[in-house]
Nanobody
Framework: QVLLVESGGGLVQAGGSLRLSCAAS????????RAWFRQAPEKEREFVAA????????YYADSVKGRSTISRDNAKNAIYLQMDSLKPEDTAVYYC????????????????WGQGTQVTVSS
């Protein structure tokens, strides 16, 4: 069984920070791109950030660029998303994912997904 589990979500005031984590078990994602997506109520799921296996390349959606940092620890088979200067529009369920396609921002290129963690930013 392959399992990805997100944690670190919660309720935070605007301007605050959160650090999301995603632990994986069942397999080692050697060479895989790891990414974060999010989905707000009545909205489509959207790409947030991605990082390659070596951690040498990262990519961010314009909506979070400059406020978020994605990182990974391959020894722990985990990825992280540090979010600062949070805004109410960041409110969403955040999902972590893994896929073999380098540089992909498309949901269909990620074969493994977690159940999500809720982030709520109050005004």
């Amino acid at each position: 069984q392959v399992l990805l589990v997100e944690s670190g979500g919660g309720l935070v005031q605007a301007g605050g920070s959160l650090r999301l984590s995603c632990a994986a078990s069942g397999r080692t994602f050697t060479g895989y791109v790891r990414a974060w997506f999010r989905q707000a109520p009545e909205k489509e799921r959207e790409f947030v950030a991605a990082i390659n296996w070596a951690g040498t390349s990262t990519y961010y959606a314009d909506s979070v660029k400059g406020r978020s940092t994605i990182s990974r620890d391959n020894a722990k088979n985990a990825i992280y998303l540090q979010m600062d200067s949070l805004k109410p529009e960041d409110t969403a369920v955040y999902y972590c994912a893994a896929g073999p396609r380098v540089g992909s921002t498309m949901q269909s290129d990620y074969a493994y997904w977690g159940q999500g963690t809720q982030v709520t930013v109050s005004s």
